[in-house]
Nanobody, 119 residues
């Protein structure tokens, strides 16, 4: 079994910063890809940023230049540094991992962490 646990969400004023963390634990053999998604009220869940095991990154156009995804492979942890936050960044942020255990490769989700950008 694999568990993903997000942390770091909260309330921040426009222009502020937050850093989200996602820690993976369990019977992990290899992590191929980690992706941050977000879902705002009444909207579909959308990908925000992704990082491969080799360190390649990709970002949604809406967050390029403001958000940075990084990872600490030894800790099986991925981070999302969010700067210059806007009210439209308000959403529940979810971590997703494409992870191999000893038995199979599968997609796992965290429980989500709320980010609210408001004055």
């Amino acid at each position: 079994q694999v568990q993903l646990v997000e942390s770091g969400g909260g309330l921040v004023q426009p222009g502020g910063s937050l850093r989200l963390s996602c820690a993976a634990s369990g019977s992990i053999f290899s992590i191929y890809l980690m992706t941050w998604y977000r879902q705002a009220p009444g909207k579909q869940r959308e990908p925000v940023a992704a990082i491969t095991s080799a360190g390649s990154t990709n970002y949604a156009d809406s967050v390029k230049g403001r958000f940075t995804i990084s990872s600490h492979n030894a800790k099986n942890t991925v981070y999302l540094q969010m700067n210059s936050l806007k009210p439209e960044d308000t959403a529940v942020y979810y971590c997703n991992g494409l992870i191999a255990t000893n038995e199979r490769k599968d997609s796992y989700w965290g429980q989500g962490t709320q980010v609210t950008v408001s004055s």
